[in-house]
């Protein structure tokens, strides 16, 4: 996930969900915690309040074990540090590009670090990140080359009149997946 959270008064970030504490999310740092919580998709400021002294309210589905209690003191620990903001709004920021802000270029020059055979694509990367649903499912699609480029649409239905050999928007080489989203000179400026 590279989509990271900027706490400012903690009402839109998902307390145990997104990754806005650590290098993963609480969820996944404290899974004995996160397995017995009710509401998982809580925001920060439902469980810790507005402002300092924390009120912790965790609203667990039962008592909890030993382990789970050492957890909790942990979380509560590692949390100390952290100060709301009540009169600013959380942000999102995507560390992929310099301006914080998400794009789907960034998010192509991430994925092209990713280099090899499609059974290496890193599936579990693209479809648990934090980008919207239509870009994570666009990914696919042209990982896949289920995208309907010139020659595929050739292959498909080959009594149509189209020229795969020529790219309509370079007008330099045929209109592959693979040309349009990796080599296509006018697309890979964009």
Not at 19 to 41: A, E, H, I, T, Y
Not at 47 to 64: D, Q, V
Not at 98 to 116: A, E
């Amino acid at each position: 996930m590279l989509t990271r959270f900027v706490v400012g008064n903690g009402e839109r970030i998902r307390f145990w969900e997104d990754l806005w504490w650590g290098d993963q999310p609480l969820g996944s740092q404290f899974s004995r915690l996160f397995r017995v919580v009710l509401d998982k998709n809580v925001p920060i400021s439902s469980i810790l309040g507005s402002s300092r002294p924390f009120f912790w309210n965790f609203n667990f589905r039962r008592n909890l074990s030993d382990i789970e209690i050492g957890d909790l003191e942990g979380l509560m620990r590692s949390l100390d540090g952290l100060h709301l903001s009540p009169s600013v709004p959380d942000a999102r920021f995507w560390p992929a590009s310099s301006s914080g802000f998400f794009s789907v270029k960034s998010f192509f020059l991430t994925l092209s670090y990713f280099s090899g055979s499609p059974q290496d694509f890193p599936s579990k990367f693209v479809w648990k990140s934090q980008v919207p649903f239509k870009v994570r499912s666009f990914i696919w699609l042209v990982a896949h080359k289920k995208v309907n480029s010139n020659d595929m649409l050739q292959l498909r239905r080959p009594y149509k009149a189209l020229s795969p050999d020529i790219c309509v928007l370079c007008m330099k080489q045929g209109e592959s997946v693979d040309h349009l989203f990796l080599h296509c000179s006018l697309t890979t400026g964009l």
